[in-house]
């Protein structure tokens, strides 16, 4: 099934948000997760399944202040 | 006066250190880590940006920051529409769990000056979602009445351009702003060097926040120390409340008793 993470096309098995982060090796309580632009809230990751045609953002928090990150 | 004690209080949560920091440009985590420790900072900035999904070896930020210690305030550095402001805002509340957000939206990429316009409008709604908001904007009084009126939790006027380390480049704009507004004055970028932030202690403002003055210096950790004293130095010059300034000399020593 093909989905969009972070604007790159992806092929993944069917799978929860809470699965494919882990399959990513991201730990899901350091990121926030925009599913179809909508924000998903982290209570949602392991019941939302993923489906074809999907847009995900993955984000995470990264060194910035008074600058351009 | 007590000099004793004196908080930096944000929409009624309680500081005690007056300057904030980013943690952007430093040459790796560990230098960072001891440059905001010696800082004393107890706010730190932070930027929301991509996961890298194909790469996934880089350490992570929030791995290196005792969020115990620290207030994170995830900033929204790079979004050029309220849009994209709000978007990452929401992005962030989600990931850090925490409403506080400094709202910076910019109007171009040479002087990285706000958009004031978007500004404005991300606030609002921004507001009304329940953040609590600390604008980055320009040294202009009506923009910053108009920021305090609709809500924001402190305001934040820039000193001089993002990273210039041009200092405060008017000061008679910042003593402005702080006699038309209530909530804190934090002055935002522009700082060069440990005067520019006594500077604007001085003035009277809240607190300073800055990045590139400290991750830029030759020795950041040194220079992050320099901040702290100067901040808390001129915090407390302030409040001792110093002598006017007179064109002619006035003696120090009495008269009386001269031999001559």
């Known amino acids: ?69 | 006066m007590p000099l004793t004690s004196d908080k930096l209080v944000i929409a009624g949560r309680e500081f005690d250190s007056r300057l904030m920091v980013g943690t952007g440009k430093y040459a790796d985590f560990q230098q960072m880590v001891r440059a905001i420790e010696v800082s004393g900072a107890q706010i730190i900035t932070v930027a929301v940006r991509r996961v890298n999904i194909s790469d996934r070896s880089k350490e992570s930020l929030l791995d290196h920051i005792d969020l115990k210690k620290y207030t994170l305030l995830p900033n929204t550095a790079g979004c050029y529409t309220a849009e994209d402001a709000i978007r990452t805002c929401r992005l962030a509340r989600e990931a850090g769990l925490s409403d506080f957000v400094k709202l910076e939206v910019l109007g171009d990429e040479k002087t990285l000056f706000p958009n004031n316009e978007e500004l404005l409008k991300a606030a609002k709604v921004l507001i009304a979602e329940g953040f609590t908001v600390l604008p980055y904007t320009s040294d202009d009084p009506i923009i910053c009445k108009k920021l305090e009126d609709m809500g924001c939790a402190a305001v934040m006027p820039l000193g001089a351009p993002i990273g210039s380390g041009l200092g405060i480049r008017n000061p008679y704009n910042i003593q402005i702003i702080l006699e038309t507004v209530k909530v804190p004055v934090i002055v935002d970028a522009g700082v060069g060097t440990a005067s520019d932030a006594a500077i604007a202690m001085e003035l009277g403002c809240d607190g300073v926040l800055m990045n590139t003055a400290i991750a830029g210096a030759q020795d950041p950790v040194a220079m992050a120390e320099a901040m702290n004293l100067a901040v808390r130095a001129g915090r407390l010059a302030y409040r001792a409340g110093r002598i006017p300034r007179k064109l002619y000399a006035t003696a120090s020593s009495p008269l009386a008793g001269l031999i001559a």
């Open chain 1, 1 to 69: 099934m093909n989905i969009t993470t972070n604007g790159e096309a992806v092929s993944i098995d069917p799978l929860t948000v809470q699965q494919y982060l882990v399959s990513l090796g991201i730990d899901p309580r350091r990121v926030a997760v925009e599913l179809n632009l909508d924000i998903l809230p982290k209570a949602q990751y392991e019941t939302t399944r993923l489906k074809e045609g999907d847009a995900l953002e993955i984000v995470h928090f990264v060194g910035g202040g008074a600058v351009r990150g």
